[in-house]
């Protein structure tokens, strides 16, 4: 029997939030969004996902309302997929459990994340200690940590080498020589 996705005997709003956001590779999709990440290949290329894993959580994710769906090109049609505000509003959790996870497992620190505005380091709840205010979402920049790869095989890995704003789009240069595959979804 295949495992469910659903809790149906949890009354709990976390057992309702992972129905959406519990499934493999779902948080990862979501942290690249959040990163700027919006195309189906940039997704692919950096994530190493299997596409049929991918299409599948761009599906559940677009009809969940926490990505939007819009189209960059008419011929041959392609989209793109932009964080909405409710998948914005899971930073938070995405980056407790980069925390989280640093912390109990000790992995090296591969980004920082700091108030664009005055170069600080965010605190554990995302706050800004010189401005003494909880950075908002856009205003936060990322700048490689110590545990970077310095030189990544990916075109993605190596844009999120410069520092950039969360949200802002990832832009990659399109090398016309390299056959890009169909947008199956
Ligand atoms: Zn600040």
Redesign the pocket.
């Given at each position: 029997m295949a495992l469910g996705k659903d809790y149906a005997t949890q009354e709990c709003s976390i057992a309702r939030a992972l129905e959406v956001v519990g499934e493999r590779w779902t948080l990862l999709v979501i942290r690249d969004a959040l990163y700027g990440v919006r195309r189906y290949n940039d997704f692919l290329g950096h994530l190493g996902i299997p596409r049929a894993v991918l299409a599948a959580r761009l599906q559940t994710l677009t009809a969940e309302g926490i990505l939007e769906k819009r189209r960059y090109q008419e011929s041959p049609p392609r989209d793109e997929y932009v964080i909405t505000d409710r998948g914005i509003a899971l930073w938070p959790t995405v980056r407790s459990l980069g925390l989280w996870g640093r912390e109990h497992f000790s992995e090296t620190q591969l980004r920082v994340f700091r108030?664009a505005?005055?170069g600080?380091e965010l605190g554990p709840y995302g706050e800004?200690s010189?401005?003494g205010?909880v950075?908002p979402v856009p205003d936060v920049e990322m700048v490689p940590g110590p545990g970077l790869d310095p030189d990544p095989a990916d075109p993605i890995s190596r844009a999120l080498l410069k520092p950039k704003r969360l949200l802002e789009p990832i832009a990659i240069e399109t090398d016309s020589a390299k056959p890009v595959a169909a947008d199956p979804v």
């Open positions: 108030h505005t005055c600080t800004c010189v401005c205010t950075v």
